[in-house]
């Protein structure tokens, strides 16, 4: 082998016992610091797990990326949207005011809202959420057995409680029988809330709300039984409040929390 390689007896067997480099220590931990990111962010892909590694390991995205493929981490991927509320009625609806146009600078410009569902062992739990398009953060939520207008009348009420808009703000949800109700359309008037819709049978128009379910499902409840609806309703509460607003990265908000993303907004703006 000595001959071979054209080297000495002595220095191939150096070269044999010698220790890991500084490059080859470097990289475990960063293997290392990438396992544990995927095992509490499983949704996580190339992008936020670099952010969150450089933070304490300078590292390249590409460094990241091959480890990453070379040890076969991969993100789980969203599940697919499925209808949830009931547009066939004859309640007065609502323009679509967005289009589509997804992209917001301030926050209380623009909120989308949505209803899901999971199952316990005591039947169904719904969950109204409403986000804000410019954050990213969960401003208001509510949960209930049954999926009524008081569902999301709930959750628009804390969202006001929490975030104190003012009068320049959109309210975007799709057709669903709850929020073409004569009561929470009062209330959305009575605080100079525009009302907006997505068109028939699109779901690409409440994308956002959409995506935040899909993150709710993949990260969280699709790999859990719950016995009582008590039980959802805190894994949902400890998802929203200690996990997706204060922790989860965004590519939207340059691989940052909603919250924290907002204090930027709030420490520029001052």
């Not at 969150?52 to 991927?77: A, D, F």
């Not at 209808?83 to 005011?97: C, I, Q, R, Y």
């Not at 959420?129 to 969960?138: M, N």
């Not at 006001?160 to 959305?188: E, N, T, V, W």
Request: with cysteine.
């Amino acid at each position: 082998m000595c001959d071979l390689l054209k080297v000495s007896r002595s220095g191939y067997y150096d070269w044999m016992g010698r220790s890991p480099s500084e490059r080859s220590r470097k990289h475990a931990r960063i293997l290392k610091k990438i396992k544990a990111i995927h095992k509490k962010f499983p949704m996580y892909g190339v992008d936020p797990i670099w952010a969150e590694v450089k933070e304490s390991i300078p590292c390249s995205r590409g460094t990241v990326y091959r480890l990453m493929r070379e040890h076969g981490i991969q993100s789980k991927r969203k599940s697919k949207w499925k209808a949830t509320t009931n547009s066939k009625h004859n309640l007065p609806v609502a323009p679509n005011l967005l289009n589509q146009d997804f992209d917001v600078e301030t926050p209380n410009t623009v909120w989308v809202s949505d209803i899901t569902y999971n199952w316990t062992e005591e039947g169904w739990l719904y969950t109204a959420i409403i986000k804000d398009l410019c954050t990213k953060e969960i401003v208001g939520y509510a949960m209930d057995k049954r999926m009524t207008k008081k569902l999301v009348i709930k959750a628009l009420l804390m969202a006001l409680r929490k975030a104190k808009p003012g009068s320049d703000l959109i309210f975007h949800s799709d057709r669903g029988s709850q929020y073409c109700s004569k009561a929470f359309r009062a209330l959305l008037e009575e605080h100079q809330i525009r009302q907006s819709m997505s068109r028939k049978g699109n779901p690409y128009d409440n994308a956002p709300a959409e995506n935040f379910f899909s993150c709710l499902k993949c990260e969280c409840t699709n790999f859990l039984h719950f016995r009582t609806r008590r039980d959802a309703k805190q894994t949902i509460f400890e998802y929203i409040e200690i996990y997706y607003n204060r922790q989860r990265r965004h590519a939207a908000l340059r691989w940052i929390s909603p919250l924290k993303y907002k204090h930027q907004l709030a420490a520029m703006a001052a």
